[in-house]
């Protein structure tokens, strides 16, 4: 009889360390494969514990679902601690420290980048591609919330945007989103550059609209200077800038390839072949390089400038007769291509 109760003790020994082993290996060892890369899991809002590792499963972050729930429950880690976010899961990590991950939402930013685009509605597509965000939810909020409380206008707004490179959580709400905006577009009009800016007699939504111009003009990093520096002249001078980006702006249609007579008459505060000065707003998102064309333009004496035949760039002139022949050169290339 004392040999079978040794026999039974050992027994519930053995059986306990391993249970004990197992579940100690469940918590503490790792259960994401050591080969594990650029490992992404998104959790959506209103996510559950359930979905969470019906995602984790699918995409074979797991070596272990069953551990993985079984750790869970003994952590208390329930539906209400499933945050969304964006978590990139490491190789190698245990239970444990996967589950503490998630409930303390420790993400990882995204890096958003923010192109120049023709339109904010373009904008919002572009960003609602890189976040969990809705491009209508954030239009929704720019036009029916930020501007109420802002001191932007249907027509300013596009110069509140600097397009760059952002550290930004998935999941940022279109408030905190416009909130980062609103920094980094502080931190760039530093006192510096709005030294610049008033040495060029424009203020900084001045410059973004001046830059949206140029940006429509040319994609030519040496020659952006070059045309700020001739639209500068131009209000030096009170002259009408004559920029064939706004009319297009006003007609509403970036893709025509040569504006006609017909095209100037269109009667809108954007067409500054007929209204003085800069028009109302930015008609694009600039770029950092047309912006910082603006602000350290070029020094000349051109007034005018032309498409080259071929358009490869521009011709430069500083006087009415020098431009006229750089003009008709490239109206016949256009005719004899038949380029309407």
Sequence with gaps: MKRILISIMLIILVVGAIFTWRYYKWIYHPNTP??????ILLVPDGSTLESLIDSLDAENYLMSGKSFRWVA???HFGDENVKA???VIPPGISNRDLISMLRLAEQTPVALIVRPSTTLGLMAKRISAQ???????????????????SEY???TLPSLFIPNTYEVYWNISPENLIKRFEREHANFWNAERRSDADKIGLTPTEVHTLASIIERETQSAQERPVIAGIYLNRLKRNMLLQADPTVLYALGDFTIRRVLYVHLEVDSPYNTYIYPGLPPGPIVMPSMGSILAVLHPADHNYIFFCVKPGGGGHAFAATLSEHNRNARAYQRWLNERNIR
Aim: proline residues 0%; charged residues 25%.
């Design 73 to 75: 429950g003994k952590m």
């Design 131 to 149: 976040l969990a965000l809705d491009s209508v939810s954030l239009i929704h909020y720019l036009h029916n919330d930020y501007l109420v409380e």
């Design 153 to 155: 206008t249907e027509a």
């Design 34 to 39: 050591e080969s594990l890369e650029d490992a």
């Design 85 to 87: 976010g964006r978590y």
